[in-house]
């Protein structure tokens, strides 16, 4: 697919009001590794090629397993994941996908709040939305994938 434009570019403004927000994620205290299984795996959900290439590269590059990686569709099924984790995935799923469903249950909210206490479920929905814009921003104006590196890497 060929980009349709350069949305950074178009509109500097809003690319910095989408970083400031990615910023404040970011401050929140939430462990870096969960944070990338969270964007990894909205970014499955929302088919957004670029943010799934860039936190899969940011995830490895900050010592994430491939196996992990490759079994988050499937983390329900799959036992690397901690019971914190599995929390985080299931909000992250459940506000991912409100448009279709209009509601949060009960139980991925108290599944959620067994593992985050009211400041960090906060952050955590805030690290959902702002990938989900991310996820938009992207799919909507095709950027480019896969030259994406990651600054995490190790040089050499």
Known sequence: MQERLNYQQASP??????????????????QESLLELVKSRASQINGCAWCLDMHTKDARARGETEQRLYLLPVWREARCYTERERAALAWTEAVT???????????????????????????????????NGWNRMNVAFRTTVG???????RAG
Do not use: C, N
Not at 14 to 22: D, G, N, R, V
């Open 97 to 131: 996908q409100i448009a279709a469903t209009h509601d949060v249950s009960d139980e991925a909210y108290e599944q959620a709040r067994a593992h985050f206490d009211e400041k960090a479920l906060v952050d955590l929905t805030l690290a959902i939305i702002a990938i």
């Open 147 to 153: 030259d994406y590196v990651s600054p995490h890497a």
């Open 13 to 30: 403004e809003a690319f910095k009001a989408m970083l400031h927000t990615e910023h404040q994620v970011h401050k929140s205290g939430l």
